[in-house]
């Protein structure tokens, strides 16, 4: 008996699968975790996500080793909204960062700060001002920005010396090199994409995608300035909106030539990052520390370049809301995910490949077993939500910055009950990579008080709801809630839910705090 | 499990005879000394001779040295071992499940959880006849204590002790005459509100002890209330004065339990009965300055003797590896080789004993909580390596103790020890999220929901 019980003990231990096989794959507990979150990058300007022209070659060989995602949405369309819901793993309304103003409560748990727990050095080089912290800035404004008291928790070197809307510097190559034999976990926010596009991009860069000198209407040359942005809507450049108009505005149209400048600088500003990553994948190379570090490269959101009227990210279209996720990590084999995934998936998947159960908080789940190759069960809708609401942020930079012509904008929006908007959970959007259902519940705010409105001089009516096939209609042109929206009950039913929960999270928060001052160039 | 290792398991279960029930058919008397502490235990290590009676069982049976309830009080805790299931899940978790004046609900099983079958249910399906004696109050048959039994006695005076329930349970057991039976018997005499009969005899009480207090439920119910106001400060003269008087009440429970013990022995009534002897929760004795129980989740509360004696078993072991209360139904069912069909099979949280008495069972993580008068809300969990983590959920606050290294729970750890509270705070929150609860999102309110009839005026 025992004889034959210990033969085939050995057997039944020769036919299982080896105890000893390696970890589930991208999990890699003595890696170091670089993410690189790059302001405003659409992934269909990358050459890795299919966009025709070569703005980023370097991005494309990490990407061709890694996993890339072809249907990462971000929670918000703002960029310190949508970071700080990245990094807590939780909606914008549950986390309590809702306007450019908040600061996390110390309770809420960020990815840097369990990381830090956990043994990792962190460090953040900042190149995008919505994290800003700088004795410069307050000389200039009398305050501290108050990014740092939510950005910089769980970070022990927390940079921002180079300069904004560029790329990191000298600071950031000595740290890597100081640094290479801990483990750490860097976050790069940067700045370069964003507008005004091509700001700080070498000259040689602009030439390449936009060799002639540009001769049209717009303000500038070589980049795209937000005073030209704010007055563009659906093909036309339009005048400033002065102190005492009362006319409809007459705008002259946008030309082709003057579309064309502002992709080439947009594209610049891509090229010019992606330079960088070739600089930095080069650094770690040269320091052996390519083959233990995991590469994490997104954006906080995208961008509407013309599609839907205007070049900014003001709205809940995919345009601004499907970013770029590429995750690089030993043991991860190199493929695309079709599914679905939110950016309060991030911090749950970043903590799994690090070997530390997720927090309990996130309302996010780990893909990286998706990333792996698993298919996913059950597509559920990821969630986004314009908050604050677009307008209320513009007129907390006119309240700073008073230039007359604003007054009557500024006027407009202080006839409504601006704190009620700010603590509220205006629009939001649910998607599960067929249907999206965009809920319009500022719809009353935005037919008195829209931008675009204000500017073309013609308010619209807002649907309660926008339905779009985004597999029939990807550039969300056709609405077809009032047609088919039982086809999205179950969109319908799932944002109800969410609208609940995340209403009942804002009840509970204070109204926000004082405002603060972002050092925009 | 691959075709290898199954095939092995086959051929070694194929020398076996199949697995029995240590005592099938067998009588079960689960005895509960209501608020006792495990560390005033003598065979525990506690060195006064508070528990010869028990101490004798723990001889001739298993000790468990590490048992832990799942709530710090009676109600949610004694539901807790009727139902195998975790307070959050029976919902009996304070005297009212609604608390507005003369509208009050008063919590009960049936109505908050139907779904739900007792231990007491499933032995009478069984065959058992079903005898509960009590000695009323957090035990009442109002709060869905008495389904099951065929005799519930809860009408004497709220804390009575065994001076009431033995005499009533031996008059049942005589009167049960060759059928099988579960017998719950349970006595207030150690808790703060009971009085021992012609006051305490201060058997333990230092001869010289010249304070205030005379052991009164009146004086103990003041400090309690003081307690939960605020920390209480006392001398250390009368911290021993309290813990002696606590002891004596121990010692005059576990000497009328003995005598208990002989009366159904001379009956015949022992001979084929397995004895489970436990308490629902401890004692505050001024270890965290405070006093009674309910408010907090420390090992004063938490920690409870339990004692198994099986007849014809092997004996005398003390198992230190952790076990919960949870564990007490699907232990007592496997014993006495009661059925257990699938519906039930997935209400039990808890796991058999039966393989830590044989020494096959490694020690678990307990969970419990409180809602204690909704005055707080606390969660926490003590792990098999000894580590005890607790939060406050109305606060925020977080606390982490090494038991090995500080068994009285001073020194927090939870700043110097964040790795360890991380890992431990989403073990804690996942055994919820498993039963169904997101505490995340959970509006805890604290409110005043009365558990004494003086409370919430």
Not at chain 1, 356 to 373: E, Y
Not at chain 2, 263 to 285: K, Q, Y
Request: a neutral charge; one cysteine or more; hydrophobic letters at 40%.
């Amino acid at each position: 008996m025992i004889p034959t019980a210990g033969l085939l003990l050995a057997l039944g231990l020769f036919l299982q699968a080896p105890a000893w096989a390696a970890s589930p794959a991208g999990v890699c507990p003595d890696c170091n975790i670089v993410l690189i979150a790059i302001d405003t990058l659409r992934p269909d300007h990358l050459g890795c996500y299919g966009y025709p022209k070569a703005t980023s070659p370097h991005i494309d060989r990490l990407a061709a080793r890694g996993v890339v995602f072809d249907d990462f949405i971000a929670p918000a369309i703002l960029t310190p909204i949508s970071m700080a819901s990245m990094f807590t793993s939780r909606y914008p309304a549950a986390n309590g960062y809702t306007h450019f103003s908040s600061v996390l409560d110390t309770a809420t748990v960020v990815l840097p700060e369990v990381l830090k727990t956990h043994g990792y050095e962190t460090a953040a080089f900042l190149t995008s001002p919505e994290f800003y912290k700088s004795a410069r800035w307050r000389d200039t404004h009398g305050q501290t920005p108050k990014s740092v008291y939510s950005f910089g928790r769980g970070f022990g070197t927390y940079d921002g010396g180079t300069g904004i809307r560029g790329v990191p510097g000298d600071s950031f190559f000595q740290w890597l090199e100081n640094n290479r034999r801990s483990k750490f976990f860097l976050w790069l926010p940067i700045g370069a994409v964003h507008s005004p596009y091509g700001l700080n991009v070498p000259t040689e860069i602009i030439r390449r995608f936009h060799p002639q000198d540009y001769q049209g209407q717009l303000g500038q040359r070589v980049f795209f300035q937000w005073s030209d942005a704010k007055r563009i809507y659906a093909g036309g450049l339009y005048p400033e909106p002065g102190l005492n108009e009362s006319t409809a505005p007459v705008p002259s149209p946008l030309t082709a030539a003057d579309h064309a400048m502002i992709i080439a600088a947009y594209d610049a500003g891509v090229s010019y990052t992606d330079a960088f990553i070739g600089k930095f994948l080069e650094a770690l190379q040269k320091h052996g520390l390519d083959r233990k570090t995991i590469v994490i490269i997104l954006s906080e959101h995208a961008e509407d370049l013309g599609e839907h009227g205007y070049y900014t990210h003001y709205d809940l279209y995919n345009t601004e809301l499907k970013i770029p996720l590429i995750i690089v990590a030993p043991g991860l084999r190199a493929g695309r995910v079709a599914a679905t995934v939110s950016g309060v998936d991030l911090a749950p998947t970043i903590l799994e490949m690090a070997g530390i159960p997720a927090f309990h908080q996130a309302q996010g789940r780990s893909v990286l077993a998706v990333a792996a190759g698993a298919s996913q069960t059950k597509a559920a809708p990821v969630f986004s939500q314009r908050m604050p609401p677009w307008e209320l942020l513009l007129h907390d930079f006119m309240t700073m910055t008073p230039v007359p012509w604003k007054n009557r904008y500024q006027a407009l929006l202080e006839t409504l009950d601006l704190e009620a908007w700010k603590t509220t959970s205006t629009d939001v959007s649910a998607q599960d990579g067929r249907w999206k259902l965009i809920h319009r519940r500022s719809r009353s705010f935005l037919a008195r008080a829209s931008w675009w409105g204000f500017l073309t001089g013609r308010f619209k009516e807002w649907p309660e709801y926008e339905l779009y096939d985004l597999k029939a209609d990807p550039g969300e042109s056709r609405n077809l809630a009032a047609a088919r929206i039982e086809e999205a009950a179950h969109l319908k039913q799932a944002l109800a839910v969410f609208e609940a929960k995340m209403d009942r999270h804002l009840i509970k928060r204070p109204a926000t705090t004082p405002k603060q001052w972002i050092p925009y160039p | 499990m691959s075709r290898g290792l199954a095939l092995f398991a086959l051929l070694l279960l194929a020398g076996r005879p199949a697995f029995a029930a240590l005592c099938p058919g067998c009588d079960i008397v689960l005895v509960s000394f209501d608020a006792l502490q495990a560390s005033h235990v003598s065979s525990l290590g506690y060195e006064r001779a508070t528990t010869p009676t028990l101490d004798a069982f723990a001889r001739k049976g298993f000790l468990f040295s590490q048992a832990v309830s799942a709530a710090p009080w009676t109600v949610p805790a004694t539901m807790s071992w009727f139902t195998g299931t975790y307070p959050s899940e029976h919902r009996v978790v304070n005297k009212y499940s609604a608390y507005a004046g003369t509208h009050s609900v008063v919590a009960n099983l049936g109505a908050l959880s139907p779904q739900l079958t007792t231990l007491a249910s499933v032995l009478k399906k069984n065959g058992y006849a079903t005898g509960g004696f009590t000695g009323d109050a957090g035990v009442n048959g109002m709060f869905g204590f008495s389904a099951g039994f065929d005799v519930y006695s809860d009408s004497v005076p709220p804390f009575s002790g065994f001076e009431r329930s033995i005499p009533a349970a031996l008059d049942w057991v005589k009167d049960a005459k060759g059928r099988k039976f579960f017998l719950f018997l349970h006595g207030y005499d150690v808790h703060g509100q009971h009085a021992p009969s012609g006051g305490p005899d201060r058997r333990f009480v230092a001869a010289g002890y010249k304070g205030p207090f005379d052991g009164s439920p009146a004086q103990q119910r003041d400090l309690r209330e003081r307690g939960l106001a605020g920390d209480v400060d006392l001398a250390p003269a009368d911290v021993s004065f309290w813990r002696a008087i606590y002891d004596e009440k121990i010692a005059r429970a576990d000497a009328a339990f003995g005598l208990f013990v002989s009366s159904m022995e001379a009956m015949g009534a022992a001979g084929r009965a397995v004895f489970v002897l436990a308490s629902d929760h401890g004692t505050e004795l001024y270890e965290h300055r405070k006093f009674d129980h309910g408010a907090t989740l420390y090992d004063e509360l938490v920690r409870v003797p339990l004692v198994i004696v099986v007849p014809g078993a092997k004996a005398g072991a003390t198992l230190t590896e952790q076990v919960s209360m949870v564990d007490l139904m699907p232990t007592l069912l496997d014993i006495v080789g009661v059925e257990v069909d699938e519906a039930l099979r997935r209400q039990l949280r808890g796991r058999s004993l039966v393989p830590a008495m044989k020494g096959r069972q490694k020690g678990e993580d307990a969970y419990f909580e409180t809602d204690y008068r909704l005055y707080t809300h606390k969660r926490g969990l003590r792990t098999a390596d000894r580590w005890k983590f607790i939060i406050t959920m109305e606060t925020g606050r977080r606390e982490l103790y090494d038991l090995a290294k500080d068994p009285g729970e001073t020194l927090d750890l939870i700043e110097s020890q964040p790795r360890k509270a991380y890992e431990l705070e989403q073990r804690l929150f996942r055994h919820f999220k498993d039963l169904g609860q997101d505490l995340d999102e959970v509006d805890w309110v604290t409110a005043c929901s009365p558990v004494y009839s003086d409370q919430c005026r």
